[in-house]
C-alpha cells in the first residue's frame, strides 16, 4: 500500500541553517568542525553556509573562511546559500569546493514574504527576476524551487494545495522567462503546519499538475509532526529530505523563540535503517557530530536520538550477553 | 487505504508516569493541581497515581493524600496502578473516586522483566497468579493486559511479533485459570525501539490470532519516532493511546539517563485535531496544563506545541488580520 523509496537522499543543512537562530555567536573553528564531522558519516550532501549580507546575518560574516577551512571529501557535495548577486559572486569564488546552483526561493503565504524577505508578492517576482539574470550571466543553472511556507503560515493560517501550484507555476514562469528549466521543487514546512494528511493531498496535487517535477521535503518539527509528516511523504516516494543534525535551527523570522528546528537527520536515518531504506549514512557517527553540535551551541539539541542512541548499538550489546 | 478512528480515547499519565524519573520531590499540592488541570482539559481518563512500595518508589508515598486531594469531575474516569495486594487495598479505600480495575502487566523481555520487576518468566507468571487471586478476593475485574517491552528491548535487543502473541496467550492463560476475560491488551513500547512496520507488523499479527482482543498503545519517543509509530497505528484504526502531558517520563529502568518519555498528548491531539479525529479535548487547556508541568518539574519537557503552540491560536489571528 505504500510507496516506500529504496534510498533516501539526504541534505544536511545544520551547518547552514542551523546556526542561525543561537543567539551567541558561533567560531568558524566550530562550523569548520562540525562539517568536517558530518563529511565522516556518509551523508550526500552539505548545506555548508550562507553568502548573505553580513549586516542581516552577521553570523555568517565568515562564510569564506568557512568555505576555505572544511576539508572536501570525496562523495559529498557541499552548497551554499544566497539571495543576491553579491552572494552568488561570493560562492563563485570557491567553486573548487562548492557545487553552485540557485535555487528560486518563493513564499506561499504573502505575509510570511513581507515579515522574512521584506517583500510582497510582486516584489519577490522582481527580485527573483533579477536573481535570474545574475545567474545567467555567472553562467550558473537554476533548476529548482524552494516553495516557504507551503504548508500554513503563523501570519496566513491555512495553505490550499492549490496555492502551492500557483507559486510552482510562478516560478516555473520566471525560470522558463531566464531559459532555464525547473526540475525540482522542495515544499518547506517552515513553520511547521503540515500533518501527513496535508502532506499526501499537496504532494499529490503537485504531482497532478507537474509529473515531472521531482519533490523535496523541508521540514520542520514545530509541533511535533515532523517525523510523521516525514514518513506520510515516505510512503509517497519521496526520497529527497533537507534535515539538520541535532535539529539545530528553527525560523528565526516565524516569531516563535524556542519553537523546534527542522527534523533531526539522526531521527530521520534512524527510521530509515528501521524501514529497511538506505541512506549512506552512519547512525553512530552522525549521533557523535549531534553531541558535537550540542558542545558548539552550548545547550542539548531535540534529536532524540541523541539521548536514546541507536538501535544497532543496543542489538550488539544484546547479541553479545 | 487507511482506517483512521473518528475518536481517539486518550489515557493521559503523566501523573502517574511522568514524575517517577524526576529526581526532586514533587509536592502532592503540585500533583494534585496537575490532575485538577488535566481534568479541565477534556480529558476522558487520567491515571492519578501509583499505590506501590513507599520504599521502592518514595515519590508516591503520598498517592492516598493525591487521591483525598483532586477533584473528581464528571465524565472522567481516574484509575491509579499498582502491582500488590498492598497496592489494591489502597486503590480499593478510594472507590469514591478511583475506578479499579486490573491489569496483567508481563514483559515480552524476559532481561527486561529482571530489571524492571526482578523477576524472570516463571516468577512473574507466578505473581500474576496471586496478582490475580487478590483481585478475585477483592472481587476487581481483571480484563486488561499489559504488555511492557513488545517492540524490542535494550538488553534483549528486538522482539518478534510472535513474542507478543505467546505472551498474550500467556495472560490469557492466567486471567482464564482465574475465571476473567481479557478484552483488551496494552502493547507498550517500553524503551522507544517500534517503527512504523514493526507497529503494522505485530498489531497485524495480535489481530489474526486475536481478532476480538482491543489494541492499545503505550509509546514511548526516545528515539523520536513515536508520533510517527502513533500514526502508523491510527492508520489501522487504532484509537486507545496511553500519553504524557509535556512528553513528561521516560523509563527510570532504561538505564538511558535524559531519555524521552511518553509521546506527548499535546502531539497526538494536534495530529488528531488535524486529521480530523475527535479526542474532546480542548489542546489550548492541554498546552496550559503542559505549562504548568514545566513549572512543577522545573525544567522544559519535550513536547513541541509547548513551544510552538496551537495551530489555532494562529488560525484565529490569521482570520482577523
Known amino acids: 500500500m505504500s510507496d516506500l523509496p529504496s534510498r533516501l537522499h539526504i541534505s544536511e543543512e545544520g551547518p547552514r541553517e542551523g546556526f542561525q537562530i543561537e543567539p551567541g555567536p558561533i567560531s568558524s573553528s566550530d562550523k569548520i568542525a ?3 564531522a558530518l563529511s565522516d558519516t556518509g551523508v550526500e550532501h552539505i548545506q555548508a553556509c550562507s553568502f548573505v549580507s553580513p549586516r542581516l546575518v552577521p553570523g555568517w560574516a565568515d562564510a569564506a573562511e568557512v568555505v576555505e577551512g ?12 544566497w539571495f543576491n548577486d553579491r552572494g ?11 557545487t553552485v546552483r540557485g535555487s528560486i526561493h518563493l513564499a506561499v503565504s504573502e505575509p510570511f514574504s513581507i515579515s522574512n524577505l521584506n517583500r510582497d508578492r510582486d516584489g519577490n517576482l522582481k527580485a527573483v527576476r533579477q536573481y535570474l539574470l545574475d545567474h545567467k550571466t555567472a553562467d550558473v543553472a537554476v533548476e529548482d524551487i524552494t516553495l516557504m511556507a507551503a504548508f500554513g503560515c ?4 491555512d495553505i490550499a494545495p492549490e496555492q502551492v501550484i500557483a507559486s510552482i507555476q510562478d516560478g516555473i514562469e520566471l525560470a522558463t522567462e531566464s531559459g532555464n528549466t ?15 494528511h496535508l ?11 507537474f509529473p515531472e517535477m521531482k519533490i523535496a521535503l523541508h521540514l520542520h518539527d514545530t509541533r511535533g509532526l515532523g517525523i510523521a509528516n516525514a514518513y506520510a511523504g515516505m510512503r509517497l516516494g519521496v526520497a529527497e529530505f533537507d534535515t539538520t543534525v541535532g535539529g539545530l535551527g528553527g525560523c528565526p523570522f516565524a516569531k516563535q523563540p524556542g519553537a523546534s528546528g527542522n527534523i533531526a537527520t539522526e531521527e530521520l536515518v534512524l527510521m530509515a535503517n528501521e524501514l529497511g531504506i538506505e541512506t549512506g549514512i552512519d547512525l553512530d557517527a552522525l549521533i557523535e557530530a549531534g553531541h558535537l553540535a550540542e558542545r558548539i551551541v552550548g545547550h542539548s539539541l531535540p534529536s532524540a536520538p541523541l539521548r536514546g542512541g541507536s538501535l544497532g548499538s543496543y542489538r550488539s550489546r544484546a547479541s553479545v550477553q
Not at 572544511?70 to 546559500?81: E, H, I, M, P, Q
Not at 552568488?88 to 562548492?98: I, N, P, T, W, Y
Not at 502532506?199 to 499538475?209: D, F, K, L, N, S
Request: hydrophobic share 40%; with cysteine; aromatic share 8%.
Open 154 to 157: 503563523n501570519f496566513a493560517g
Open 199 to 209: 502532506i499526501e493531498h499537496t504532494i499529490g496535487a503537485v504531482r497532478e499538475r
Open 34 to 36: 562540525l562539517i568536517d
Open 182 to 196: 525547473v526540475r525540482s521543487v522542495t515544499l518547506c514546512d517552515t513553520m511547521g503546519w503540515a500533518n501527513p
Open 88 to 98: 552568488l559572486q561570493r560562492a563563485c569564488e570557491h567553486k573548487d569546493k562548492l
Open 70 to 81: 572544511f576539508t572536501a571529501r570525496d562523495g559529498v557535495t557541499y552548497t551554499a546559500l
